[in-house]
């Protein structure tokens, strides 16, 4: 997935009984493309369907207690860009995320 300046995203968590494993998983992605030269923006999606932007450096170790130190909370809005947008219900499923754009969570 890439958002909207070409640069790659990685989408790893959720809440899910796979939630550790997709953490690993997602990292290990993360690093492969940030070694090609491709850094992505890794998007961590918790237990409780909270969003954050997380650092590609983090182990599996730095979830242990949930969202890192350091993580940059987000929302995500569904829609075209073009004033239509909402935001997602919880539980959203990972397969509709191609059309949704994640942001930065505004204060409040």
Not at 36 to 52: D, E, V
Not at 73 to 79: D, H, Y
Request: glycine share 12%; with cysteine.
């Amino acid at each position: 997935m890439s958002n909207g300046a070409g640069r790659p995203a990685v989408i790893f968590g959720g809440p899910s009984p796979e939630h550790d494993i997709s953490i690993l998983t997602g990292l290990q992605a993360a690093r492969t493309l940030a070694k090609a030269g491709r850094s992505p923006a890794c998007l961590y999606w918790s237990k409780t369907n909270a969003w954050f932007e997380v650092d590609e450096r983090l182990e599996g170790a730095d979830f242990a207690d949930g969202v890192p130190r350091g993580s940059r909370p987000l929302r995500l809005v569904v829609g075209s860009g073009r004033g239509r947008e909402r935001n997602a219900p919880q539980g959203t499923p990972a397969r509709h995320l191609r059309s949704c754009r994640v942001l930065p969570r505004r204060p409040g």
